[in-house]
């Protein structure tokens, strides 16, 4: 039963437009939302976040929007660059046992074309 | 640069034949984390320590232990690999176990078994 989903598994966006990468969610004990950033052959690196009490969280080209009622959330880059080219991961966070628990979506793969 | 550092990047292993995948850190965080990430797939969350207490996922096969002697070090072992346990292996950490602290990752091992 996959809790986080990202139903889009690529998207191709021009560069100096918005890229929108969209991810459902189906827990409602979830208390934070995270987007991470993947190059081929590295880790996920943290992008930005948001807790549950929020609807909008911006960070320079970077905005994460929840809807809580839809149990949606997007990323937002504007303008997007050749760089943003990568593997984008939704993230929702719980608590288990002692420590936060990440329940990943299985990622957008964006394309940023010149 | 603190970092997360996983050793080897790329581990073969026969059918049956244990294998360690190490992960070191010189963050100082308290919490460690080993996730599973096959083909195509979400990354999967398989434990994670708190300084030195365990806290194993419930269906976290039993084939796989960890041990973390100290907090730079944490190791992930598998007894007996069959073919199905090849994926690349991701170590995290975060500084405490709430969810407003990001996990950062290192670059994974990837394990195939022959």
């Known amino acids: 039963d996959q809790q986080v989903k990202q139903n889009s598994p690529s998207l191709s966006v021009q560069e100096g437009r918005i890229s929108i990468l969209n991810c459902d969610y189906t827990?409602?004990?979830?208390?934070?939302f995270l987007w991470y950033k993947k190059y081929p052959a590295e880790g996920p690196t943290f992008l930005i976040s948001i807790s549950s009490i929020k609807d909008k969280n911006e960070d320079g080209r970077f905005t994460v929007f929840l809807n809580k009622s839809a149990k949606h959330l997007s990323l937002h880059i504007v303008p997007s660059q050749p760089g943003d080219s990568a593997v984008y991961f939704c993230?929702?966070?719980?608590?288990?046992?002692?420590?936060?628990?990440?329940?990943f979506g299985t990622g957008t793969r964006l394309q940023v074309t010149l | 640069d603190a970092m997360v550092i996983q050793n080897p990047r790329y581990q073969v292993t026969q059918f049956g034949k244990p294998v360690t995948l190490s992960c070191s850190q010189t963050?100082?965080?308290?919490?460690m984390y080993w996730y599973q990430q096959k083909s195509s797939q979400a990354p999967k969350l398989l434990f994670h320590y708190y300084d030195k207490d365990f806290n194993n996922e419930a269906d976290t096969p039993d084939n796989f232990q960890s041990r973390r002697p100290n907090t730079s070090f944490c190791f992930l072992d598998i007894r007996s690999p069959g073919l199905g346990d090849a994926a690349m292996y991701l170590c995290?950490?975060?500084?405490?176990?709430?969810?407003?602290?990001?996990?950062?990752f290192g670059d994974g091992t990837r394990l195939s078994i022959l």
């Open positions: 963050l100082n965080h308290n919490v």
């Open positions: 995290a950490t975060s500084s405490s176990g709430t969810s407003n602290q990001p996990q950062h």
């Open positions: 993230a929702a966070s719980s608590i288990t046992g002692t420590a936060s628990k990440l329940t």
């Open positions: 827990n409602s004990m979830f208390d934070y």
